[in-house]
């Protein structure tokens, strides 16, 4: 294989501009035109992963097949590219630390002073080209965190000055920029966008394209005013304005021709018009659905939507492939209480209660499954919601009273969810949960196997607690069934109820495994049922 290529995205002005969404949209088009490609983030946090990281700060952690927490952004380039990511595709400044620390306790740096430069900045290097070196991937896409004049960033845009003087025409910068709109003087503003390229020249690095979002049409007088300022070809300034849905942003980078600019930056031919005809068709039925369901999501990060942002997703996917819009109610589980349940859930068609830990909101939790329950409405459970189901059923089915997870009440007489075996030794909390793709075999007709259509899946865990075993056959005498086992450690992966339409509890995480080529047969199979309830 040829050399691989480089391309850094890197984000200026303010925050949140979405990097992510457009690394992911160029990593599409690329593909689409014939070419391996891969996304990697660096985040300039000092926390090793995001794992031990509030929702609240952080937003949702994405887990990889082989078990790394991950940034949120990997959801998206998996949804995006159908691709699976791994540990080598997120890196933190804590790993980049970490792993320049050990390697000075162990003797690597005898005699030497250890020092952000070179040090820091060749292990950044190294883990850049990591992913380049597998042969697997002829263009590696590499977004970098933060906003660019954060002080936590400039490691990283160092080592790419030093990548772009390396690698030549191998490696191309796509900055990400924000021109603002004034609406008191009815004007598009330029100058942050100007000040923003001025503090990557003083860093050392020319951008080669620059993206700016906008919500406003940028006119080809401000592109040739942007253009000139900053050192940048005039088809090399492109249009990034709000848009309907993230789905959107592919197809409106392909019209702004991001792919063909940034081939003819790598010096790559254009190989094939870009088939993006299944992408089309996917926002087609998005855009125009035929129906719609109402289904109410129970967690208690309802403020911040992105904690749950591959479950809402996921949504999407199940919508599109059922041809329907999914209406999302999101619903504060310590809002949900016995005396104003019927209140708060009626209406809905089906009920998802999210993942989570600790023991905020956990009744309202559980009460949102008794209702699903009683009232026959299909039901979802996934991880800490699969945990609530059980206990509910527990004690208002089984006869267990005051059953409960030891997370919770480790005094509960009936602790139908317990701490794993394999966790009760663990005291340090980062990277030590169950993590990563586990396999589950599949009971023959039960609801779960009509819903794979196989016997065997693997999928994507983060957890500590499960069912306790102990308790399987007698909640198999009132109803519940354990129709998923780990093959290996026997564990309940899956659990349904006998008398119910559609009431399934999954101890692993359907949703990071959706994509819009590959929605998850769960999320497609709940959707049904809710719209058929």
């Known amino acids: 294989m040829s050399t691989t290529k480089y391309i850094f995205v890197t984000g200026g002005v303010t925050s949140s501009l979405g990097k992510g969404i457009i690394s992911a949209s160029l990593a599409k088009l690329l593909q689409a035109r014939g070419y391996s490609v891969t996304i990697q983030k660096l985040d300039p946090y000092i926390n090793v992963d995001p794992g031990t990281l509030n929702p609240y700060e952080h937003g949702e952690c994405f887990v990889t097949d082989d078990g790394a927490e991950t940034d949120l952004d990997l959801g998206h380039y998996e949804r995006f590219l159908n691709v699976p990511t791994s540990q080598a595709n997120n890196v933190t400044t804590g790993k980049i630390y970490q792993t320049v620390i050990n390697k000075e306790r162990e003797g690597a740096f005898l005699g030497k002073t250890v020092q952000v430069i070179p040090h820091i900045t060749d292990e950044i290097k190294r883990r850049v080209k990591l992913l380049g070196s597998t042969g697997k991937f002829e263009i590696v896409i590499t977004e970098i965190g933060g906003t660019v004049g954060d002080i936590e960033s400039l490691p990283y845009i160092e080592a790419v000055r030093?990548?772009?003087?390396?690698?030549?025409?191998?490696?191309?910068?796509?900055?990400?920029?924000?021109?603002?709109?004034?609406?008191?003087?009815?004007?598009?503003?330029?100058?942050?966008?100007?000040?923003?390229?001025?503090?990557?020249?003083?860093?050392?690095?020319?951008?080669?394209?620059?993206?700016?979002?906008?919500?406003?049409?940028?006119?080809?007088?401000?592109?040739?005013?942007?253009?000139?300022?900053?050192?940048?070809?005039d088809n090399a300034v492109m249009e990034s304005i709000d848009v309907e849905t993230i789905y959107d942003v592919p197809l409106m980078m392909m019209k702004e021709q991001l792919d063909k600019v940034m081939l003819a930056k790598l010096h790559l031919p254009l190989r094939q018009e870009p088939d993006m005809e299944q992408w089309k068709s996917f926002l087609g039925k998005l855009k125009n659905p035929v129906s719609e369901v109402k289904i109410g999501l129970v967690g208690k990060y309802i403020e911040l939507k992105d904690a749950y942002k591959s479950i809402a997703e996921s949504f999407i996917h199940a919508g599109v492939a059922n041809e329907c819009r999914v209406d999302l109610k999101w619903i504060h589980s310590e809002k949900?209480?016995?005396?104003?349940?019927?209140?708060?859930?009626?209406?809905?068609?089906?009920?998802?209660?999210?993942?989570?830990?600790?023991d905020r909101g956990i009744e309202g939790k559980i009460e949102a499954v008794r209702y699903a329950r009683e009232k026959?409405?299909?039901?979802?459970?996934?991880?800490?919601?699969?945990?609530?189901?059980?206990?509910?059923?527990a004690r208002n089915v089984a006869g267990m009273k005051n059953a409960h997870s030891t997370e919770m009440n480790p005094s509960t007489p009936y602790p139908v969810i317990d701490i794993m075996d394999q966790q009760k030794k663990v005291t340090t909390k980062g990277g030590t949960m169950r993590l990563g793709s586990y396999p589950c075999t599949i009971k023959k007709d039960t609801r779960a196997w009509q819903v794979y259509g196989r016997l065997k899946t693997n999928e994507r865990h983060r957890h500590r607690y499960e069912l306790n075993n102990r308790y399987?056959?007698?909640?198999?005498?009132?109803?519940?069934?354990?129709?998923?086992?780990?093959?290996?450690?026997?564990?309940?992966?899956?659990?349904e109820l006998e008398d119910h339409p559609w009431f399934l509890g999954v101890q692993f995480h359907p949703e990071y495994k959706s994509t819009v080529a590959n929605p998850h047969p769960l999320f497609v199979s709940f959707v049904k049922a809710a719209l058929n309830h």
């Open 162 to 233: 030093q990548l772009k003087w390396e690698l030549g025409s191998n490696c191309a910068v796509v900055h990400l920029t924000l021109v603002p709109y004034l609406a008191a003087t009815g004007e598009l503003k330029t100058k942050p966008t100007q000040h923003s390229v001025k503090t990557m020249l003083e860093y050392g690095v020319q951008p080669d394209v620059l993206i700016c979002r906008t919500e406003k049409h940028i006119t080809k007088e401000l592109r040739k005013k942007i253009a000139l300022f900053c050192n940048v070809t």
């Open 336 to 358: 949900i209480m016995k005396e104003n349940v019927q209140e708060v859930l009626h209406g809905l068609k089906g009920i998802v209660v999210a993942p989570g830990f600790g």
């Open 376 to 393: 026959k409405i299909p039901f979802l459970g996934i991880c800490l919601g699969m945990q609530c189901a059980v206990v509910e059923f």
């Open 472 to 495: 399987v056959k007698e909640l198999r005498k009132s109803g519940m069934i354990a129709s998923g086992i780990n093959p290996d450690s026997g564990l309940a992966e899956i659990i």
